[in-house]
């Protein structure tokens, strides 16, 4: 018998401050290489990370120590090697139809600046933080981040980015994102806004949705 959907549970910025500090003694290699097929040998590897694996078909899910869910994504579910590691932070959808579009969009812009500070309060200040009109806004992210500049542009997707190099023997790139669903924008479908958080290897590979 199917189950109602549940939408995740927002963070506040206080818990992400605390997710993140979990995530700073992190050996990134080796969430990068993977974990193994499911089994007693994958709950092993999460925990090593203070992880509990919970959904493994297509992607990852774990339940982290601090009451957060990170996914860790990969090609066809081989695990090998993890793409991106991303987590829910917030999210908001319009009420009373696509009239409440502006409304939400007024939202994301005022809570963006409380998670970027609390992001920036562990990892230091982002090498870059703007919004979709911006003329410098980044092209070179990874295609994960960054969709075409057209796209964006119509979409106002991304809302908000701003991301950080993590200094670490392997290095890692981190980003906030906040991302209208399609037809937030223009106001042709009821709003939708995300906020996400990610963790990607370095070098990226250049690419666009």
């Not at 992190?26 to 959904?55: K, R, Y």
Request: net charge negative; glycine share 10%; hydrophobic share 40%.
């Amino acid at each position: 018998m199917s189950t109602p959907f549940e939408p995740p549970v927002d963070r506040t910025p206080q818990e992400l401050v605390t997710e993140l500090r979990g995530l700073t003694d992190v050996h990134w290699e080796t969430v990068w290489n993977g974990p193994p097929l499911a089994s007693q040998d994958l709950d092993e590897w999460c925990a090593q990370f203070g992880w509990t694996p919970t959904q493994f078909e297509h992607v990852l899910n774990v339940d982290t120590s601090t009451g957060g869910v990170m996914t860790l994504n990969a090609i066809g579910g081989s695990w090998a090697p993890v793409q991106s590691l991303s987590y829910w932070v917030w999210g908001e959808t319009a009420v009373g139809g696509p009239a409440g579009n502006p409304r939400v969009l007024a939202e994301a812009d005022r809570v963006w600046p409380l998670y970027r500070d609390a992001v920036s309060s562990v990892l230091g200040a982002p090498a870059w933080d703007g919004a979709w009109d911006s003329a410098a806004f980044p092209d070179e992210l990874g295609e994960f981040v960054v969709p075409k500049a057209e796209t964006r542009l119509k979409q106002k997707r991304p809302y908000r980015i701003a991301y950080w190099e993590i200094a670490a023997p392997s290095g890692a790139l981190a980003s906030l994102t906040i991302s209208p669903a399609t037809g937030t924008a223009d106001g042709s479908r009821v709003g939708v806004v995300n906020m996400t958080f990610r963790v990607y290897p370095r070098p990226l590979e250049t690419g666009r949705r």
